[in-house]
């Protein structure tokens, strides 16, 4: 099983739109975790760390359900600028990067 | 963004050249580290730099070869690769914490897009 595992998508959405997907982690005694965004040819920004049960940034909202071993990231009021590259992170350590889900926000 | 930069942003090069990849960051963190990005694959870790010294090397072959002379700088040099070797080159840097609490995270310079011929 790999240490991370993500939906490769691409989610396509209109605009305005909510979106959510999931990540599966291998695990069980990760800690802390991260969603970061990855534009086309762009380097990995963090958009959220998950510690506890969940996390909520505006239009975004991370969740961890630690016994199912996932963590969630929902997008409400899509935006076209919200087009991007998802990259789930587990911190065991080191991190560890999922292959990432794709989002497409179409006008 | 100026918090970690990296040269060059492109570099084309054939097998048998050597080049090195330069990071700088700006942030007055204490770990430094090296990863490949290959298309529609996760970011494999290469090398970890803690205050200057190497704590990890993920079975990297020895045509990668790291140096970090102080904790601001990183350095990835190249020779004889091959073209599966082709790939962005992220740095990345962070404040790794001793005790626990918040996690480690990482701050991405822009890439080195690297492509061997």
């Known amino acids: 099983r790999k240490e991370v595992e993500q939906d490769p998508g691409p989610f396509n959405v209109p605009e305005g739109a909510t979106v959510a997907f999931n990540c599966t982690y291998s695990?069980?005694?990760?800690?802390?975790f991260f969603w970061y965004r990855q534009d086309c040819r762009k380097e990995p920004k963090l958009l959220m760390s998950v510690y506890s049960s969940g996390n909520e940034d505006g239009r975004f909202t991370a969740q961890l359900n630690r016994a199912s071993q996932y963590i969630s990231l929902l997008i409400r009021d899509s935006k076209l600028s919200d087009s991007a590259t998802y990259l789930c992170v587990v911190n065991d350590y080191k991190l560890s990067f999922g292959a990432g889900t794709t989002v497409t926000v179409r006008a | 963004e100026t918090g970690v930069t990296q040269t060059p942003r492109h570099l084309v090069m054939g097998m048998t050249n050597k080049k090195s990849l330069k990071c700088e960051q700006h942030l007055g963190h204490n770990a430094m580290y090296w990863y490949k990005q290959s298309a529609k694959k996760p970011l494999e870790l290469m090398f970890v730099y803690n205050f200057k010294e190497q704590t990890e090397n993920n079975s990297v072959p020895s045509r990668f070869s790291p140096e970090c002379p102080n904790s601001s700088h990183l350095f990835l040099h190249l020779h004889t690769l091959q073209p599966e070797d082709s790939a962005l080159y992220l740095c990345?840097?962070?404040?790794?914490?001793?005790?626990?609490?918040?996690?480690?995270?990482?701050?991405f310079g822009p890439g080195t897009r690297l492509t061997v011929l």
């Open positions: 990345a840097s962070s404040q790794v914490k001793t005790s626990g609490g918040e996690g480690n995270t990482q701050y």
């Open positions: 695990n069980s005694a990760s800690q802390s």
